[in-house]
């Protein structure tokens, strides 16, 4: 039991995604199982095909930031109620990497913490990328977004956020290429249109197909009409919001014209 609550706590420590699920009524009362991400398990609630079941649908749990009671049968059978067992799922809090110490980067990090993310700001010039900037970030990279993703990459999931707000070509084209290539639930990207219509000939040239490219939120943000950076932070986490629960919302990918627009008069 020892070498189970150790494997618990180091998940939580390291801030690994990570299941304890519980038998709470019926044979073998007390018995616990833990559960990573790839199904590797420890401990056992009594049986190797109620231990099989049960780390499959703990991992589904996991997945979606649930926690509740499921029922089984003594062997996992489903549709019986002799085994309850509570699934507690220990997610750690969701990811946004932002990408380029720009004027627009404080805003977004202030945003994204006011959501519960967990913001990385990454930066290869160490005159820009620096803590005094950006306080609110969980952490500041100085670092190229290979660096970045090699540390964060294999963590993204659907509830986490990669927004690139460089307009240089030697950083968002990589930022794509390894964002698409994650399981990361949105990635969004600054720019004009017209610069992202060049952008798209460079990652179509380096390889990212298309299906990876539909994936781009790009220009970055809802349509509101914002200009401001906080505006604009605000459009974006709002559409980070509305990517995640699956609402329409009036994105700038899907419009026409400028992006910035003047006021309507009065």
């Not at 007390?30 to 420890?42: Q, R, T």
């Not at 950006?134 to 986490?160: I, K, S």
């Not at 698409?180 to 992202?196: E, F, K, L, Q």
Request: hydrophobic share 40%.
């Amino acid at each position: 039991m020892a070498e189970l609550y150790e494997r618990l706590r180091d998940a939580i420590v390291d801030e690994r995604p990570v299941a304890l699920a519980t038998v709470i009524e019926g044979p073998n009362a007390g018995a616990k199982l833990v559960v990573e991400p790839d199904g590797d398990i420890i401990g056992t609630l009594g049986h190797p095909e109620l231990d099989r079941i049960v780390s499959r649908d703990a991992v589904g749990e996991l997945a979606a930031g649930r926690t509740g009671v499921r029922h089984y049968g003594a062997e996992g059978q489903a549709r019986e109620t002799d085994v309850s067992v509570f699934i507690e799922s220990f997610s750690p809090p969701p990811i946004m990497l932002v990408f380029g110490a720009v004027d627009f980067t404080a805003a977004l990090a202030r945003s994204g913490k006011l959501l519960g993310f967990n913001v990385i700001v990454a930066d290869a010039r160490s005159v820009f990328a620096t803590v005094k900037r950006f306080p609110m970030a969980d952490r500041v990279m100085v670092a190229w977004p290979d660096e970045v993703f090699d540390t964060y990459g294999d963590r993204l999931g659907p509830h986490d956020a990669v927004c690139i707000l460089t307009h240089d070509p030697k950083f968002d084209v990589p930022a794509v290429q390894r964002a698409v290539a994650t399981d990361v639930g949105y990635i969004g990207v600054m720019g004009s249109r017209r610069t992202h219509a060049t952008r798209l000939e460079r990652l179509r040239e380096v390889g990212v197909d298309e299906k990876g490219i539909d994936r781009l939120m790009a220009p970055i943000g809802l349509d509101i009409g914002s200009r401001t950076p906080e505006e604009t932070a605000i459009s974006v986490c709002a559409e980070i919001i509305a990517n995640r629960t699956g609402h329409s919302a009036p994105s700038l990918r899907d419009s026409e014209g400028p992006i910035h627009r003047p006021p309507a008069d009065g």
